[in-house]
């Protein structure tokens, strides 16, 4: 089976512009999880998905929201960017939830704010 | 509010001795826990969880409510054990994960 796969890896963004990252869980997975990472806060839970359901939503700004779509994939935007949005995006994906099945991770996606 | 504290940022053991990697946890309630592991180069990836009272790879950890604590123990530790390790800790009911900051683990051949 092929790995949570996260599209595109390296981002470059200036300050006040928008991103979009996607995330394609794996096959058969309904649950999609997003986290940011950075060195001083580390792993912080950004949002759930389920069946196209947002169940839970981390402390986050509304600048940060994510969708996902009928086949699972899901997808994460920030607007209006901000220096400390640097970090690495992860999304993780499990069969039903990320508590009681595996959760698999991604590869991350690198953004920098300018 | 949930929280989870690593308390050692990196631990050095030398090969063969014990392991034990501390997480301790803020919850009122009844938590859910789990440790995680990211190897040099490798994806995040889940150790165990306390819901499976499993034992992987020779890892145990023992969920402590009167300490709150889910210290990860391994009696001799192998130079592959190398890498970061998070616990984390869901409440009940949620499907939000809350990691520690990590504590990354150095076996000396």
């Known amino acids: 089976k092929a790995g949570v796969t996260q599209t595109p890896r390296y981002l470059i963004k200036t300050r006040g512009q928008q991103v979009t990252l996607s995330c394609s869980p794996i096959?058969?997975?309904?649950?999609v999880s997003w986290y940011q990472q950075t060195p001083g806060q580390g792993l912080q839970f950004l949002f759930e998905y389920f069946s196209e359901t947002q169940r839970n939503k981390g402390n986050f700004p509304g600048r940060f929201s994510g969708r996902q779509f009928s086949n699972s994939r899901s997808e994460m935007n920030v607007s209006t960017l901000e220096l400390g949005d640097s970090a690495l995006y992860l999304c993780?994906?499990?069969?039903?939830?990320?508590?009681?099945?595996?959760?698999?991770f991604g590869p991350g996606t690198r953004l920098t704010v300018l | 509010a949930q929280r989870v504290t690593q308390p050692e940022k990196l631990l050095s053991v030398f090969k063969g001795a014990p392991v034990e990697l501390k997480c301790n946890y803020s919850?009122?309630?009844?938590?859910?826990l789990f440790w995680y592991v990211q190897y040099s180069r490798q994806r995040l990836q889940l150790l165990l969880r306390h819901i499976s009272r499993e034992s992987i790879k020779g890892f145990t950890a023992d969920l402590n409510k009167g300490e709150t604590s889910f210290h990860l123990k391994k009696p001799f530790a192998q130079e592959e054990d190398s890498a970061m390790y998070y616990c984390a800790l869901s409440g009940a009911g949620s499907y939000q994960l809350t990691f520690g900051k990590g504590t990354k683990l150095s076996v000396i051949p």
């Open positions: 096959s058969g997975h309904r649950s």
């Open positions: 993780a994906s499990s069969l039903g939830t990320p508590i009681t099945d595996t959760q698999y």
């Open positions: 919850y009122s309630g009844s938590p859910e």
